[in-house]
C-alpha cells in the first residue's frame, strides 16, 4: 500500500519511476583519484607518484620527438581521410606491432599462427583477451583466471566483468621485497591441468619485479607439462631495460618454447600514446587454420563491441614502426625515457643510504625494474605520505619512478625518511 502511494507520488511530482536504489554509490578509481588530487593540492612541492605516467626532468608529460615528427607527416598527407578502419583496424599497424613483440624472424608469424586485432590499448586488448577465452576456451571446470598477487587492480575488475573469476597466486615476497619463485612454481604446479595464468611479460605492475631468464625457463617447462594456457599482458615494452628486444625476451621465448598464449600489448607507455588508446591483442595458436577461425571470431566479437577501433594513434604507431628513421628515432626516445628512469633509482637509493641513512634495506629500488617500485613501506606510511608530505602514491606503496626528477627527488627522499622513522 505504502509503495502504491510513493508511486502516485512519484507520479504526481514528475519524479521517474526508477530511483536506481539498487545502484551503491562506487568508490573513486584508485589510481585516478590520486591524479585528481594532486592536481587539487596547492603544495609547492607536492609530487604524483601515482599514475604510470612518464615526466620529463620538469615534471612535464613528453610528446616524444618521433611522435611529432609522426604526426607532421600525418597532417600534410593528402591522401588520408576518415573513414573506419577494417573491424580488425589498420593492418599495416597490426602486423609491424606482432613483429615488434614476437620478433621480425618469428617462426610463428612466418607460419601464419598469429591472429593480431588493434584494440583499445592494453586494456582494450585484456578485455578482448578475456571475453574471447571466456566464450572460447575448454575450460576443465568453472572460468578462472590465476593473477599474480598483487597484479594491475584492473585484471581483477576487466575478468569479473566477463563472468571470469580471478583466483590468485603467490608473486611478491614481502620478508625479501622480492619474487617469491617457490611459491609462484607451487602454484603453477597444484593448479588443474590448463588452467590460464596471467603473466605479466616485462616490468611487472606494481612490483617491478620479473623472473630471471633462468626462472622464466622453470615457469615455460611447469606450463608446458600442465598444458597451461599464458594470458601475457605487456603493457611495458622497452620500459623495462630500455631495450625492445630485451624486454620481448620471455614472450619471445615462451612463444618458441610452444606454451599456448595470448598477448596484450599496449603502446601508451612506450610511444607516450596515453589518450590515443592504440594497443594489439595477439593469439598464437597451434596452426594456420586455427589461426583464421580465431581471427574470425575476435572480428565478431569486437564488432559488437567497439565495431572499428579509432585510427589517429595507429597510423602514427604504423609510421613509426614502418619506417626504418622513425624506428631508429624511437628506440632513441625510449631510452631517454628508460634511461631517466634508471637514474631516479640510483639518486633515490644513493640519498636514502648515502645521505639520510633511512632504516631497512634499499637494495629494492635500483633493483627493481621499469616504470614503478614497490616501496615496501606499510599502507599507514602511504597515507603519512600523502597527507604529510603531499607526495601522492597508492595505498600498497608502488611509486612511479617517472614521477621523480633532479628538482623533487631529495623531498621526496627526506619525506620518505621521516615516516619510515616515525612507525
Ligand atoms: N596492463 C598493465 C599491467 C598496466 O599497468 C596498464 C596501465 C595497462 C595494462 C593498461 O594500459 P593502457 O590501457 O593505457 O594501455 N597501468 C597504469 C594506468 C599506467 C592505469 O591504471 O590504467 C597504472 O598506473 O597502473
Not at 135 to 140: L, N, P, T
Not at 264 to 281: H, I, M, P, T, W
Not at 286 to 299: F, G, I, M
Not at 321 to 347: H, S
Request: charged share 20%; glycine share 8%; hydrophobic share 40%.
Amino acid at each position: 500500500m505504502a509503495s502504491r502511494i510513493q508511486q502516485v507520488a512519484a507520479h504526481m511530482t514528475g519524479v521517474s519511476a526508477e530511483q536506481w536504489q539498487g545502484v551503491p554509490l562506487a568508490p573513486p578509481d584508485s589510481i585516478f583519484q590520486l591524479t585528481a588530487a594532486y592536481k587539487e593540492d596547492t603544495f609547492d612541492k607536492k609530487i604524483n607518484l601515482g599514475v604510470g605516467a612518464y615526466r620529463d626532468d620538469n615534471n612535464k608529460p613528453w610528446v616524444l620527438p618521433v611522435v611529432k615528427e609522426a604526426t607532421r607527416i600525418l597532417l600534410n598527407d593528402e591522401t588520408l581521410d576518415h573513414e573506419y578502419l577494417p573491424i580488425t583496424g589498420l593492418p599495416e599497424f597490426t602486423t609491424a606491432a606482432a613483429k615488434l613483440i614476437l620478433g621480425v624472424t618469428s617462426p610463428a608469424l612466418a607460419e601464419g599462427r598469429v591472429a593480431s586485432v588493434q584494440t583499445i590499448s592494453g586494456t582494450g586488448a585484456n578485455h578482448l583477451g578475456a571475453l574471447f577465452l571466456s566464450r572460447f576456451y575448454q575450460w576443465s571446470g568453472d572460468k578462472k583466471v590465476w593473477l599474480s598477487n598483487p597484479t594491475w587492480a584492473n585484471h581483477h575488475a576487466i575478468l569479473k566483468n566477463v563472468g571470469i573469476e580471478p583466483v590468485e597466486y603467490p608473486y611478491y615476497d614481502p620478508k625479501t621485497i622480492g619474487l617469491d619463485f617457490e611459491g609462484f612454481v607451487g602454484a603453477l604446479k597444484n593448479a588443474p591441468e590448463r588452467s590460464v595464468f596471467l603473466l605479466h611479460a616485462c616490468a611487472h605492475n606494481p612490483t617491478g619485479v620479473d623472473p630471471t631468464p633462468e626462472q622464466w625457463g622453470t615457469i615455460a617447462e611447469v606450463m608446458l607439462a600442465k598444458k597451461h594456457y599464458a594470458f601475457l599482458d605487456c603493457a611495458y615494452q622497452g620500459f623495462a631495460s630500455g631495450d625492445l628486444d630485451k624486454d620481448a625476451w620471455a614472450v619471445r621465448f615462451f612463444v618458441e618454447k610452444g606454451v599456448a598464449l595470448l598477448i596484450c600489448q599496449s603502446f601508451a607507455k612506450n610511444a607516450g600514446l596515453y589518450g590515443e588508446r592504440v594497443g594489439a591483442l595477439h593469439i598464437v595458436s597451434p596452426t594456420k587454420e586455427a589461426s583464421a577461425r580465431v581471427k574470425s571470431q575476435l572480428s565478431v566479437l569486437q564488432r559488437s563491441e567497439i565495431s572499428n577501433p579509432p585510427s589517429h594513434g595507429a597510423r602514427i604507431v604504423s609510421l613509426i614502426l614502418n619506417n626504418p628513421t622513425l624506428f631508429e628515432a624511437w628506440k632513441q626516445d625510449i631510452q631517454t625515457m628508460a634511461g631517466r628512469i634508471i637514474d631516479m633509482r640510483k639518486e633515490l637509493f644513493r640519498l636514502l643510504t648515502e645521505e639520510f641513512h633511512t632504516p631497512g634495506n634499499w637494495d629494492h629500488i635500483v633493483n627493481q625494474i621499469g616504470m614503478f617500485s614497490f616501496t615496501g613501506i606499510k599502507p599507514s606510511q602511504s597515507k603519512a605520505l600523502i597527507e604529510e608530505a603531499h607526495v601522492y602514491l597508492t595505498g600498497n606503496g608502488r611509486i612511479s619512478m617517472a614521477g621523480l626528477n633532479t628538482k623533487n627527488v631529495r623531498y621526496f627522499a627526506e619525506s620518505l625518511d621521516k615516516v619510515v622513522r616515525s612507525a
